[in-house]
């Protein structure tokens, strides 16, 4: 959708040379210089003012628009059901899930990033959905896949069993929204400014209603000694073999979903078809796809991808492994880095919150680089380990101005800043990055990743 108001992020960022500098470690060509930032915030009276002025414009700018009628008013559209299964408009085509060009080497093993900037609202659409997969995705029979459930002795179930899908499918149901982001989210901010766009910094982030049975209803129904059993493994099918170690306490709490259904359809192909582990609030390696084996047990099982991959680097060069939990966290995703405010005047600040450990509480908004803050509007429903949209009204006068979201969830958990962060964490860590972003508007409306 084109705006007179704002210009879109660009999509394909890099220049062929550019991605040389990327893979060769080459950066700084991405960082904006820091300036001085100040503004001011609209109070009702001013926004309500603002707004007509605008709306106003717009009528006198598009009066040849209404006083002429288009073709679609004057003649058939397509038929009914042209398309068996509905796609988004071609004037909205540029929207795409991307990979980050020189992120990684190998395409069956990579990301795609979600277009957050050009989302509303909470739920990611399921074909924007971002995808982090470790040997490729694959679209299987339904009719051959199964879920076994075993335990690692012989008296932690009473009865392993196999389940097919549509003896899954048959247990009582339970639909759920949920966020699910990767450990490894803002990744490459860690050291410094790496990547321009909300897309590339935050993108591995999606949120959806997902549809399934909870765990703790397949076990109870083996038999589970839940008494003795302290953590399940959960075992993908693809060809990576990934498993993951699950808490009980998670799984008791009965929100781990057997979940085979997502946005209202089944999961699609690169989402996990036709069944996905969904563990909320916890990184999304754990949310294991091709779901085809449950273990009970009653100690963790130190796969690869919790002991050596996906674990913390902490200032003294040790690793800290099982820290799973997505702290609290936001960003704002309009106006982010790659767009441009083209007139002065009224802007909305929009963007989302998330909490590993339950319900955003709060969001507060800097337009100055985090000296003052106000609290941000929160955007109904606010549920449990779910994104959370928030926004606020703000009028440019032209000036540079650097805008920052700051997140408080209901256990108390404050978003930190970069500096405090790094206190403990130090800059050369991949994972959990939950510090506090900055974007920078200049004087010429550009907007820019920086870190303050």
Request: proline letters at 5%; aromatic letters at 8%.
């Amino acid at each position: 959708m084109l705006s007179r108001f704002i210009q879109r992020a660009p999509e394909n960022f890099l220049s062929r040379a550019q991605i040389q500098d990327v893979r060769a470690g080459r950066r700084g060509f991405l960082a904006g210089a820091l300036s001085a930032a100040a503004s001011g915030v609209l109070a009702a009276g001013q926004v309500k003012a603002q707004m007509a002025a605008g709306a106003n414009a717009a009528v006198g700018a598009g009066a040849d628009e209404i006083l002429n009628l288009p073709a679609h008013s004057t003649g058939l559209g397509q038929p009914v059901a042209a398309r068996g299964y509905g796609l988004p408009s071609e004037w909205e085509k540029n929207l795409q899930r991307r990979e980050s060009p020189g992120l990684t080497r190998v395409g069956q093993s990579s990301v795609s990033f979600c277009p957050l900037q050009g989302l509303f609202g909470i739920i990611t659409p399921s074909g924007l959905h971002f995808e982090r997969h470790h040997q490729g995705w694959w679209d299987i029979d339904p009719s051959r896949h199964r879920l076994m459930v075993n335990g690692s002795d012989e008296t932690m179930l009473k009865r392993p069993m196999v389940f097919g899908m549509d003896e899954l499918m048959r247990l009582p149901s339970v639909s759920r929204m949920y966020f699910i982001e990767c450990g490894a989210n803002t990744g490459m901010e860690w050291g410094n400014v790496a990547v321009p766009t909300v897309q590339y910094t935050h993108g591995m982030l999606s949120c959806s209603e997902f549809t399934g049975v909870p765990l703790r209803t397949i076990l109870e129904l083996c038999g589970a000694d839940l008494k003795r059993a302290r953590f399940v493994l959960a075992e993908g099918a693809d060809g990576s073999s990934m498993t993951r170690t699950i808490p009980m306490s998670l799984v008791m709490s009965g929100e781990v979903l057997v979940a085979y259904g997502q946005n209202g359809e089944m999961l699609r192909p690169e989402n996990g078809y036709p069944l996905r582990l969904v563990v909320p609030g916890v990184q999304g390696v754990s949310w294991v796809k091709y779901l085809r084996r449950i273990e009970l047990g009653d100690m963790p099982y130190g796969a690869k991808d919790e002991t050596i991959h996906y674990v913390d680097l902490l200032p003294d060069g040790m690793h800290r492994q099982y820290t799973s939990i997505q702290e609290v966290k936001s960003v704002i995703t309009s106006p982010s880095g790659g767009q441009v405010l083209l007139q002065k005047g009224f802007h909305s600040i929009t963007g989302l919150a998330w909490s590993g450990r339950g319900k955003v509480k709060q969001v507060d908004v800097s337009i100055d680089g985090g000296r003052n803050w106000r609290a941000a509007r929160l955007e109904g429903p606010v549920l449990t380990k779910c994104l959370t949209r928030f926004n606020t009204d703000f009028v440019w006068d032209g000036k540079p101005v650097i805008f920052q979201s700051r997140a408080v969830d209901d256990t108390g958990q404050i978003q930190p800043t970069y500096s405090e962060l790094r206190r403990v964490r130090a800059s050369r860590s991949i994972y959990h990055n939950n510090a506090i972003q900055s974007w920078l508007l200049e004087e010429n409306g550009e907007v820019k990743n920086v870190q303050v």
